[in-house]
């Protein structure tokens, strides 16, 4: 098999797993109501609260991963307020905390080709950073969106081995997995749509600086 079949195979594995918990979630509250008839019971009441949460989050996760990883985020139409928009919900759902420091109106800035592409990617593989949960900060310089620096800190914050082998573009598809291949897609798209990364570590703390090259 090719192996671009093999990273598409890879990476939608992992959207997939994502999405699987919210839409079983949907389904069973569905069928609750089903077997309980229709009685207005509360516990029909308890299911239909699920049916209504968990239909959220896999909309919300879906408006990710068509930004982060398919089509729609291959352009400008996306302003730093977009980004935040999808971003927040997709992360309170792993219990991690999002904050935008900007210094101008976020619905101005307007960064190149991809980038709310490429700052959500990144935004997906730092997750797998904090293994414990925590909070990621996204911090602009301006309007005119040039640089941008992603913070995400925690207990037991770090980049796993397999996660920071991923960032490398020459890294062969076999030595990636569902969970590292997030990493590699978004170095891939940085590089396809001219930004360049830099990943620090230190305790408790990972910090990405993104900068439009």
Do not use: W
């Amino acid at each position: 098999m090719p192996e671009h079949m093999t990273l598409i195979d890879m990476l939608l594995s992992r959207l997939f797993h994502d999405l699987i918990s919210p839409v079983s979630a949907t389904v069973n509250g569905a069928e609750l109501i089903s077997d309980l008839g229709g009685n207005g019971s509360e516990l029909e009441q308890e299911a239909l609260a699920l049916i209504g949460t968990s239909a959220r989050q896999a909309s919300e996760r879906l408006s990710f991963f068509r930004v982060a990883f398919g089509g729609a985020g291959s352009n400008t139409d996306h302003s730093l307020a977009d980004g935040a928009k999808l971003a927040a919900p997709y992360l309170k759902a792993r219990k991690i905390d999002f904050s935008l420091d900007c210094p101008v109106d976020p619905k101005l800035v307007r960064p190149a080709s991809g980038g709310i592409k490429v700052l959500l990617g990144l935004i997906c593989f730092m997750c797998e950073c904090l293994p414990r949960g925590g909070s990621i900060s996204l911090v602009s310089a301006g309007e005119q969106g040039g640089h941008f620096e992603l913070m995400a800190e925690g207990v037991g914050a770090n980049v796993p081995d397999d996660i920071r082998a991923a960032l490398d573009l020459g890294i062969p598809t076999s030595d990636l997995t569902s969970k590292s291949v997030v990493a590699h897609v978004a170095a891939v798209n940085a590089e396809r749509f001219g930004y360049g990364i830099a990943v620090e570590e230190e305790t408790g703390r990972v910090k990405v600086d993104v900068n439009f090259t």
